[in-house]
């Protein structure tokens, strides 16, 4: 391991310690940094990470734009920059931030991909629940659908985390951050045939903390349940693009639509910031519609 490499290894050891980043987080800022002390590496008579300049940094950028980079993989390079210069210049280890000049670039919003309520009801009936496997493939999306979680979430959940007596999921989320998500009845249905009928047989007498275990008796990967959605997209006749985060698209947007309040909606999710869910308003239009419609003395 090579001098960057330890610099590198403390600096994300603080910002776990001081901020609670997720782990997805913190392996994009290695690889970010990584990347970029390659590319130094490459130039001729290049510094190294602790050496650069603003114009090291505008280069490297422009050689990304000419690459076409997305602006959100920019922005996020530059937030992994951002943070490391900062920490360096903190611990007096540089003279000067030479990311004090770099502006971040903007970014449109995306809006979310999402499904129609008919799209969700053919998906969740997709598994073969007359088998092992699809029962816990049942159980997996209802849970996704119902709770809105994060496909890092539902494989991360374990059998302490079920309380079915009380019909809450207590999900670690980002940065550590717990939260106690409700259970529907559809939900709690599978969640008990799924103990009951298919995790045993999968178990085969094992011992597994997670609640979703795979045919050897693991817990799922977050890889593994991508694989087992996309598989189930078309025999639900589902032809756009889908991910287990279009299942949480789907959560917002159908709660949105049928009166739920953002703050609540927010509180589900699990965002800290109202705005990263003022992202699914644009779902309600037509709600907010009929609602005028209906209420203003000029609708």
Known sequence: MNNADIIIDVFLDTLWMERGLSENTLSAYRQDLHQFGDWLGQRSGAHNLLEVSVDDIRHYLDARHKRRISARSNARLISSLRNFYRYLYREKRIQADPMLLIDSPRQGRSLPKSLSEADVEALLAAPDITTVLGLRDRCMLEVLYACGLRASELV???LAGVNLRQEVLRIDGKGGKQRLVPLGEEAIDWLEKYRAE????LLAGGQCEALFVSRLGRGMTRQAFWQLIKRYARPAGIEKPLSPHTLRHAFATH??????DLRVVQMLLGHSDLSTTQIYTHVAKARLKILHEVHHPRG
């Open 255 to 260: 709660l949105l639509n049928n009166g739920a």
């Open 198 to 201: 298919a995790r045993p047989v």
């Open 156 to 158: 991360g959940l374990e």
